[in-house]
């Protein structure tokens, strides 16, 4: 009689990854790895052996749950896959994975004291929490959502018709605007932020200067070297008769402009402020939101992946699927 064994199929080698789980652990489904970080290295350290299980390739396989990242995931060169034994980094089949750069804020209170700056029409609906702390430092961040929505930060944006600049001096890289209708020459950490046709530049404001009925700004670098030696889209172009806001360009002339980033202008719902003088976190909720329920989230990382590579030898033969990337921060305009 003659029995013909089932044939094995070879299967991609498995690494399973969990919120739950420890790098001290093997890696297998039952057993998972705590981290994306670890789940490559043990990934990159069975390429570098050559592992006869790899032959059909390498699967990190995520299960459901939040990865937060303290630093980007690196995939050099050395990670590589090949046509027939490929990298993939996936989630668990019907499961969500989220790889998130951000960290939750928590034990938000209403403030009943009275907040040095913060508008009348605001007193008694903002709440406050603390800025979380790195090594007693509080962290220096510039978005913030709450329940998954992109929270505004306080600006004048919102607060009527954009006044526009009258002056730009790129010598001495000064610019000049009409007096703010709000009092803002002792608010800290201001921001101005100037609409330039397609581009939008944010400046960290050095000084604020009252003459007449002007006021004269400078600001810190780098951004002020790079504002001014733009040279398109300029923040003022009426230079040409072409180009003048009342002939064929309307949208030419003097750029419109909004100041953000002080706990002055936190006069709307749905806006937030830092001061980080006091260490606090202020936000006045949407009439639908319980701050004592929400999910409120910070960016801090700015990079959730990083591939290094060259010309010579380059990353390759390495895919996601079905993993959600959450929450990376723009601090450009911080430094």
């Known amino acids: 009689m003659l029995s013909l064994a089932n044939p094995i199929i070879a299967q991609p080698y498995e690494i399973w990854v969990s919120p739950n789980g420890s790098d001290r652990n093997p890696g297998t489904k039952d057993k998972p790895m705590g981290t994306l970080t670890m789940s490559v290295r043990k990934a990159r350290e069975l390429r570098r052996l050559n592992d006869p299980r790899i032959s059909e390739g390498i699967h990190i396989i995520l299960k459901d749950g939040i990865y937060p990242q303290y630093e980007p995931l690196y995939l050099r060169a050395e990670d590589s896959g090949t046509k027939t034994s490929p990298t993939v980094l996936r989630a668990e089949k019907d499961s969500k994975a989220i790889v998130s750069g ?100 944010t400046l960290r404001i050095r000084s604020f200067e009252k003459i007449g009925d002007q ?97 010579d030898t380059p990353v390759h033969n390495i895919s996601f699927e079905n993993i959600e990337f959450h929450y990376t921060a723009w601090m450009r305009p911080s430094y």
């Open 102 to 201: 951000g960290i939750r804020v928590s034990n938000w209170k209403k403030v009943t004291s009275n907040i040095p700056g913060l508008p009348a029409n605001a007193r008694g609906k903002v709440w406050a929490t603390e800025i979380p702390s790195t090594w007693d430092e509080p962290i220096n961040f510039r978005e913030l959502w709450i329940d998954g929505r992109k929270a505004q930060k306080a600006s004048s944006f919102n607060d009527g018709p954009l006044d526009r600049l009258i002056k730009s001096d790129s010598i001495k890289e000064e610019l000049w605007i009409p007096v703010p209708g709000i009092a803002l020459e002792n608010a800290s950490q201001l921001e101005f932020n100037i609409i330039q046709w397609w581009t939008l530049a």
């Open 215 to 311: 006021v004269r700004l400078t600001f810190l670098q780098p951004e002020s070297r790079v504002e001014f030696e733009h040279p398109w889209p300029m923040p003022i172009d009426d230079s040409m008769d072409i180009y003048r806001a009342d002939t064929r360009y309307p949208f030419c002339g003097n750029s419109p402009f909004y100041f953000s980033n002080a706990i002055e202008l936190l006069n709307q719902p749905g806006e937030w402020c830092r001061d980080i003088k006091t260490g606090k976190l202020y936000y006045w909720p949407l009439e639908d939101e319980d701050m004592n329920k929400a999910e409120v989230v910070i960016p801090v990382l700015e990079n959730l992946v990083h591939l290094e590579g060259s010309m």
